[in-house]
């Protein structure tokens, strides 16, 4: 591979994080649960400690912090498990047309067993107006759902005006945040957040981990009946393999963070720079301000198609994303660029390159000097494109 610029879909696994998770692997196999030896009071206290790293990384309390399965999990866990558990006090949820299918995906699972569901649309840049979810919010509101940062355009929400709406009429809220570790400070008491989801894959830990942030005093189902373990709310033996390799990567993720983002800030504004300069009837989708995620940068092509990008720049040794049809396994493009408005033709060509903080320099120059060519030849296979040029020439 020549160019890895696909980080919003999943990251690599750091060296560091492999040598935290092994151990649990090998020598620390104990069962947290078994506390009468040696080798199972390890694994407790790994437990615990492991749920203080985390907690401490966010600015939790460790009893707040709910390890789960995966960033998907997490999403479904904190909006069916608050719904169902405050179904006497109301059944309307307030979520945004540009979430992660997981969120979206639950909404309508609830809207087919009593639940009301509203979808807030976005501006042309994907954002989320505070007082649209103040105006949306009714006495039958129990929960709003918002993401910190959007995967596929890179918007970054106005967190924490939605969540003092949210206080102020006293309406659960939770955001699903995980894009946006590791490309900005997260902590859940500036936000202002009830709940918290986020997922390990995503910032250089491993499949399979995510972390559910639940404020004591939330009100929420458990997800999984069984033991005892997370507090009785998630039963199952704990994953501390996986838990290790999520606190170590969060840990990493937040070191010298204000130097990595300037870093991805860098990569991402040169892909920006040098695809807008050199390919034309192209459009930046999502914010060109300080609200975008320092590692996104997504563009639509007119008179291309976003499958064939991908394929000719698979050729090119680059691996990256599209909103485009087949890409997302249906007939319609990205639920996301078309609310923020984008015709059909256009959202299909489209392409997501993100970078991260292992990203070189070298893999961004030569996705710029790569990509031009490929967009031409694609053009040149397209009738409408061919209208164009001729009414240019005129
Ligand atoms: C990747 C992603 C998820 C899902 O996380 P998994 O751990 O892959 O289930 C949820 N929300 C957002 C915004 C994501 O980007």
């Not at 997981?102 to 639940?115: H, M, P, S, T, Y």
């Not at 939330?218 to 501390?240: C, F, P």
Request: glycine share 8%.
């Amino acid at each position: 591979m020549k160019a890895y610029m696909d980080n919003n879909a999943t990251t690599s696994l750091k060296k560091e994080v492999l040598e935290a998770m092994l151990p649990y692997y090998t020598e620390v196999y104990g069962n947290a649960s078994s506390k009468f030896y040696e080798v199972g009071r390890v694994a407790e206290k790994a437990n615990a400690d492991l749920h203080k790293a985390v907690a401490d990384q966010i600015g939790a309390k460790p009893n707040e912090i709910y390890f789960t399965a995966s960033g998907c999990e997490a999403d479904n866990w904190a909006i069916k498990g608050v719904a169902f558990a405050n179904k006497n006090k109301g059944n309307h949820i307030i979520t945004t047309s540009i979430e992660h299918h997981a969120v979206l995906g639950a909404c309508e699972f609830l809207e087919k067993n009593g639940f009301e569901v509203t979808y807030l649309p976005v501006d042309e840049f994907g954002r989320v107006s505070p007082e649209e979810v103040e105006n949306a919010i009714t006495d039958k509101t129990i929960l709003v759902s918002i993401m910190t940062a959007n995967n596929e355009i890179g918007t970054v929400e106005p967190i924490s005006e939605i969540a003092k709406v949210c206080k102020a009429h006293k309406v659960i809220f939770h955001t699903d945040s995980v894009q946006a570790i590791g490309h900005m400070k997260i902590d859940v008491n500036e936000m202002g957040v009830d709940m918290l989801s986020m997922s390990a894959h995503k910032f250089h830990g491993p499949k399979g981990v995510g972390v559910l942030y639940i404020k004591s005093g939330v009100k929420i189902d458990n997800l999984i009946h069984g033991g005892g373990q997370e507090r009785g709310k998630r039963a199952a033996t704990e994953n501390l393999a996986g838990m290790a390799g999520l606190a170590k990567a969060l840990e990493l993720a937040n070191t010298d963070l204000d130097k990595k983002i300037a870093h991805m800030k860098y990569l991402r504004d040169k892909l920006i720079k040098g695809i807008s300069e050199k390919i034309p009837y192209s459009r930046l989708n999502g914010p060109a301000d300080d609200t975008r995620l320092c590692n996104n940068v997504n563009f639509s092509f007119k008179y291309v198609e976003g499958e064939s990008i991908l394929m000719l720049l698979d050729m090119k040794g680059v691996a990256a994303s599209s909103g485009s049809a087949c890409a997302s396994g249906s007939l319609d493009p990205s639920h996301v660029l078309l609310a923020i408005g984008l015709p059909h033709e256009i959202a299909h060509g489209s392409l997501r390159l993100s970078v991260g903080d292992e990203t070189t320099e070298e893999e961004v120059d030569y996705v710029i000097e790569v990509l031009p060519p490929i967009i031409e030849r694609l053009r040149m296979m397209s009738p409408l494109y061919e209208e164009v040029l001729r009414k240019e020439v005129k």
